[in-house]
């Protein structure tokens, strides 16, 4: 059965970094892209970024480029969001999600099947 769990969530001041983690299973990590989304409370799900399964290409939002960085460590089932400079603006809850793309890029719009349950992620003084 394939299942994704997000970890690392927290309670941070802005500016502060923190580093996700979305643990998988149930399947080879080398075949899935695998993106990280967010919900904060009111709003729409938006995408963060994502990181292609064949090339290791990554794509960053706009609102995130160049505070996160997301990295997969295939030995490990593990995918992770660092992110720094946090603002509460930032402040969600953060999913990961996977899908078996055949390409060499990836993209936050593209449809994911799989879907972690998410971890909070609050940014507050």
């Known amino acids: 059965q394939l299942q994704l769990v997000e970890s690392g969530g927290g309670l941070v001041q802005p500016g502060g970094s923190l580093r996700l983690s979305c643990i998988v299973s149930g399947f080879d990590l080398d075949k899935y892209t695998i993106a990280w989304f967010r919900q904060a409370p009111g709003k729409e799900r938006e995408g963060v970024s994502c990181?292609?399964?064949?090339?290791?290409?990554?794509f960053y939002e706009d609102y995130v480029k160049g505070r996160f960085t997301i990295s997969r460590d295939n030995a490990k089932n593990t995918v992770y969001l660092q992110m720094d400079s946090l603002t509460p603006e930032d402040t969600a809850i953060y999913y990961c999600?996977?899908?078996?793309?055949?390409?060499?890029?990836?993209?936050?719009?593209?449809?994911?099947?799989?879907w972690g349950r998410g971890t909070q992620v609050t940014v507050s003084s």
């Open positions: 990181v292609n399964n064949r090339t290791g290409r990554t």
């Open positions: 999600a996977a899908e078996e793309y055949s390409g060499y890029s990836c993209n936050t719009a593209w449809d994911y099947t799989y």
